[in-house]
């Protein structure tokens, strides 16, 4: 079952940069430090206007050659190093699927089962380290991208996780789901083509809205709706280039598809949402103390620890699963994924425009308190946790002294 895992020798990526990473903005600057394409692609390319009016209707917008060659390739290789230490780290050894999902898959909603993988079958997620090749202008502010957010969003959003999506061979197809049945974007940065073999992202365009009229409020599908909508509505894999930044509503109906391919297909997912209205349900909440949240992001870390096991094979998916979306809930509800592990360097963040302070600015930063200053959310956010804490206590009393448990 290991040759399902490339080695950095084996694998189709290219992992060596021809350029070093670009720097980040001067204090002063408000744009990005590099063009984000040719002059003539600019000219040509679409207004924010058709931009938005593209996502509104079909609830995903393509920005192509949103970025440099070179600069991809330098995020590219950098991107791979850090993905193949995590993989070297935490130890879990690819699987082979046994119940067919690597050949299709026709079941809806949300049920990750993360094995051979931390988020699924074969499948990783990674929260990009704060490495000046990714908390980038071009990554988190682009100058093409930024004003569609903000037109979408409103003049203040947040990026709140920075993180990545990265199937190996032999990962699976995912569920049928939408993200959330909230209002917020997903910017999917492919660092590679997306090809037929290399699990692409398949998509339902439209299905973010159920009458067809664009509004920013909830949009929960039930099971049957999304069953009714992929069997009138055919899927549109989604086959983009590296370098393109793809605007997606969070609401509308997605998956991975299955990598069967012979590398990992790298890509970034960065997540936006705006703090206009609170709302429990759709995990906003005044911003709570960074030292909260700090506390709880440990809780849910040692969660995916205790799921994961230490055997190679992970000891409970529901455990993991849980770690997972607990420590989303943390990172959606103090309004950033930058906690006490990813702290930004002061220098760092002196060179940031003032879009990019605005976006991270409830980041840990090294030498400010950072985060939010409310008790509210604060005690919000640790009731959560208590009741993620019982139900972690009622999955672990089912776990054999072992760990062999595959639940």
């Known amino acids: 079952m290991q040759d399902l895992m490339p080695t950095a020798t ?75 230490a995590k993989v070297a780290r935490l130890g879990l050894a690819p699987v082979k699927p046994t119940d067919g999902r690597d050949k299709s898959n026709d079941k809806v909603k949300i049920d990750f089962q993360p094995e051979g993988g931390n988020h699924d079958l074969n499948r ?3 929260h990009l380290p704060t490495q000046s090749e990714f908390l980038h202008e071009l990554l988190i ?12 969003l409103g003049p203040a959003p947040v990026a709140f996780l920075i993180a990545s999506d990265t199937p190996y061979p032999g990962s699976g197809f995912q569920n049928i789901h939408q993200d959330f049945p909230r209002f917020g974007l997903t910017v999917n940065v492919p660092l590679v083509d997306f090809t037929e073999d290399n699990a692409p992202l398949e998509i339902w365009p439209g299905s973010h809205v159920r009458d067809g009229v664009f509004h920013t409020g909830k949009a929960d599908l039930s099971e049957a709706e999304i069953k009714a909508l992929v069997a009138r509505v055919p899927g549109k894999r989604m086959l983009i280039k590296a370098g393109s930044m793809l605007i997606r509503d969070q ?19 960065i997540w936006y949402k ?27 870390l040692r969660l995916r620890q205790e799921g994961r096991g230490t055997s190679g094979a992970v000891a409970s998916k529901k455990l993991v699963n849980l770690g997972n979306f607990f420590g989303r809930v943390v990172e959606e509800t103090s309004a950033s994924d930058r906690d006490y592990r990813r702290e930004i360097p002061s220098d760092m963040w002196a060179r940031f425009s003032p879009d990019m302070k605005s976006l991270l600015r409830f980041a840990s930063v090294q030498g400010t308190p950072g985060g939010g200053r409310s008790a509210i959310g604060s005690a919000i ?21 072992d760990g062999s448990s595959r639940t």
């Open 10 to 84: 084996s694998a189709t990526i290219s992992t060596t940069p021809t350029v070093p990473p670009f720097p980040p903005a001067s204090p002063t600057s408000t744009a990005s430090p590099a063009s984000p394409a040719s002059p003539a692609a600019l000219n040509s390319a679409p207004s924010t206007r058709e931009y938005v009016e593209r996502f509104q209707r079909d609830g995903y917008v393509l920005i192509e050659d949103a970025l440099p060659v070179e600069f991809v390739a330098a995020v590219r290789h950098a991107f791979m190093k850090a993905m193949e």
């Open 124 to 126: 990783w997620n990674m």
């Open 141 to 152: 502010a682009n100058p093409v991208a930024l004003p569609v957010i903000k037109a979408l």
């Open 251 to 269: 609401r509308m109906v997605h998956r991975g598809t299955a990598n069967t391919g012979t590398a990992p297909r790298p890509c970034l997912a």
């Open 274 to 300: 705006n703090l206009d209205q609170y709302r429990i349900t759709s995990l906003t909440i005044p911003v709570p103390h960074r030292s909260v949240a700090n506390r709880l992001a440990r809780v849910a």
């Open 381 to 401: 956010l640790l009731a959560a946790g208590a009741v993620f804490s019982m139900r972690a206590w009622q999955l672990k009393r089912r776990l054999p002294g």
